[in-house]
């Protein structure tokens, strides 16, 4: 006997949407006004109701609730190769390495380490431009003390 694939996916899905709002302690009204997704869609999703949901909908949940998929339904559970790889150079923070992770380029995951050394630089100045607006300095952010070298 076959099952349909997507039954399985939809229903793991609904399970890490009901976990995390759980875990977070929010209500379908506050998941709804984060995600931008209307509460009864919400709802049918955590009680497995029709199909598993698209692209749009999924990045609106993975933005506020994170990594909703399963290495079953093509999501890694580590850092790509080239993450993997960029991160053991730059000694890149774990937590940093799985927010990488979960990112997306036009539906796809950039593949080599040149591209996520491309990307996390520009996520590292554009954070630099950012700390520089608000008078910060990358010392002063992170308590560094260069008056020592």
Do not use: C
């Amino acid at each position: 006997m076959q099952t349909d694939p997507s039954v399985n996916e939809a229903d793991a899905i609904a399970k890490r949407i009901r976990e995390a709002r759980s875990r977070m302690g929010w209500s379908l009204a506050e998941a709804a006004a984060r995600t931008g997704l209307s509460k009864a869609y919400i709802n049918a999703l955590e009680r497995g109701r029709g199909k598993r949901p698209g692209a749009e909908a999924m990045r609106r949940l993975e933005d506020v609730f994170g990594p909703l998929r399963s290495a079953a339904i093509g999501e890694p559970h580590e850092a790509p190769t080239g993450l993997q790889a960029l991160a053991r150079e730059r000694h890149i923070p774990a937590a940093e390495v799985r927010m990488l992770a979960g990112l997306r380029i036009r539906g796809q995951q950039p593949r080599t380490k040149e591209r996520w050394r491309f990307i996390y630089d520009a996520l590292v100045a554009s954070e630099q431009m950012d700390a520089e607006i608000a008078g910060e300095t990358r010392e002063h952010r992170y308590g560094i003390d260069d008056t020592s070298a």
